[in-house]
């Protein structure tokens, strides 16, 4: 049954990655049956705001399958009208209850940020805007003291949290009524997990009870 409440959206998502880490895949929803069931409509239960990166393929980390995941992704996960566009169509046409922002350790994006914080260079190209998307991330860090890469992609999450959040009335409004939740992860490229750095409401669920426990997440919102 496709979970219809946030907190039933996100026990999927810790279930589907739990099969992952521990190599038992039902790579559910991917065979042609159900491939022709969702060819007239799709019920995501999860919009995930991801990186680009080659290895943060969502259906994967999270073992789902067709109409399962509505996915918007660019380099460092950042924002812009079309995200939030993406974001709202999901919220509202398709009644989506989770919107999961999916960052993850060793960000090429973040790094790129630092070095041009760092050099005073920003890098030439649309690859200009990426950088200067992230570098509010690297100012809040440094703020905060916080300085190795991991660091400051965990608050990166949850600066891009903060901002979906801020730029979007009608996120903020699904929230505000109970409709949705929004949650930051970081995932670990080498162990396959993600652990959850940020959530809102800062009372929503970060994991189902049987889950292997995590570092205390940050509130935000």
Known sequence: MTPTTPEQALAELHAGNRRFVTG???????????????????HPFAVIVGC???????????????????????????????????????????GTPLVLVLGHDSCGAVQAAK???????????????????VVPSLRRAAAEGVEDIDGIVDIHIAQTVEALLASSPVLAGAVAAGRCAVVGMSYQL???????????PAGAPTRPPAQVEHPTPTAVG
Not at 119 to 125: F, I, K, L, S, Y
Request: cysteine-free; hydrophobic content about 40%.
């Open 52 to 94: 680009s990166d080659s290895r943060l393929a969502a259906e994967i980390i999270f073992d789902r399958g067709l109409g399962d995941l509505f996915v918007v992704r660019t380099a460092g996960h950042t924002t812009g009208p079309e995200v939030l566009g993406s974001v709202e169509y999901a919220l509202t046409v398709l």
């Open 115 to 133: 070095e041009a914080v760092t050099t005073g260079r920003t890098p030439a190209g649309h690859l200009g805007a990426v950088v200067d998307a």
């Open 190 to 200: 080498g162990a396959g997990e993600v652990r959850t750095v940020a959530t809102v």
């Open 24 to 42: 038992v895949p039902r790579h559910p929803n991917q065979d042609a049956g159900h491939r022709a069931a969702v060819a007239d409509g799709q």
